[in-house]
């Protein structure tokens, strides 16, 4: 279901800017103001550390990242 928003008391420079972008862009501010909040609020899904450190590849043994001189 859509829903209406309306954002009050935007600086003038700002809705200048949005309506300025918005006609290079060949959209109405109304389209382009959705095309910003799309775009900034679809953030990809964050992976947990572990996660991250499950999928690393192995590149070795833990001997051969050892720091001190044998």
Do not use: W
Not at 38 to 50: E, G, H, I
Not at 53 to 59: G, K, Q, S, T
């Amino acid at each position: 279901m859509a829903t209406n928003l309306v954002v009050r008391n935007i600086e003038e420079e700002l809705a200048l800017a949005l309506k300025q972008r918005a006609a290079a862009n060949g959209r109405s501010a109304e389209a382009e103001h959705r095309e910003i909040l799309k775009t900034a609020l679809k953030q990809p899904k964050r992976r947990s550390v572990a996660d991250i450190l499950a999928n690393m590849p192995n590149v070795g043994e833990d001997s051969d990242f050892n720091m001190r001189n044998s």
